[in-house]
């Protein structure tokens, strides 16, 4: 089991995280953003390689940091679970 301490940070930790994700100009910026890539890589030619993998790559960093902040949300409540117990 982890100590109080290191619980206590993930937990704060994760509020951090909630309050960039309940954020509406994040939330605003993150969906336009997917919306442009995803705009790009629909508009562009089977032949333009470079520029669909150059979106298909922004579209999974994106998806890589919306993961990053599930798992610290998912890490900080099971260290509030852990505190209550």
């Known amino acids: 089991m982890q100590n109080k301490e290191a619980l206590e940070e993930a937990a704060v930790f994760a509020s951090y995280g909630k309050q960039v994700l309940d954020n509406p100009a994040y939330q605003q910026a993150f969906t336009a953003r997917k919306a442009k890539l995803f705009d790009t ?3 562009s030619k089977a032949e333009e390689t ?3 993998e150059e979106a298909w790559r ?3 960093n994106l998806i890589a940091i919306e993961r990053y902040f599930n ?3 998912g890490t900080g409540k099971k260290a509030e679970e852990a505190l209550n117990r």
Request: with cysteine; glycine share 0%; net charge positive.
């Open 41 to 43: 890589f629909c508009r």
């Open 50 to 52: 470079e520029k669909r």
């Open 58 to 60: 922004e579209m999974q």
């Open 71 to 73: 798992r610290i949300l």
